[in-house]
């Protein structure tokens, strides 16, 4: 990569439609790099990766701490012999894996391997 204290002064014209512009400039935006920046990357076939949301940062820890705290009251319903809550809490274990699964873009089988623990 090109040190910060040189400057860039070659440049390419690209002609494009509407359209074209606004999709470059709002995919430099979900990455975090201005548009000239984007399409250098893609230019030099540098991988950019859309930068996650806050919410959905918040959503993936939520999930993880709730699923620990979950593992925590199954382990305390099978030293408990309590079928009931054990089921309870491997189907909310299997909602949470299916929460974490979409917040990361990722398949799911349907039944997690969390909830196979009975």
């Not at 070659?10 to 984007?38: P, R």
């Not at 999930?63 to 305390?76: D, I, V, Y």
């Not at 299916?98 to 089988?109: G, K, R, S, Y």
């Amino acid at each position: 990569m090109v040190s910060n204290s040189i400057k860039r002064t070659k440049s390419i014209k690209v002609y494009l439609f509407e359209q074209e512009k606004t999709t470059i400039e709002e995919k430099a935006i979900a990455t975090g790099v201005t548009a000239s920046e984007y399409l250098r990357s893609c230019g030099l076939r540098r991988v950019l990766t859309a930068k996650p949301s806050a919410d959905l940062i918040t959503i993936r820890a939520t999930a993880g701490n709730l699923k620990s705290e979950l593992m925590m009251l199954s382990h305390l319903a099978k030293e408990t012999n309590n079928q009931q809550i054990l089921d309870t809490v491997n189907n909310a274990i299997a909602l949470v894996d299916q929460t974490i699964a979409a917040a990361f873009n990722l398949d799911v089988p349907e039944k997690s391997p969390s909830s196979q623990d009975k």
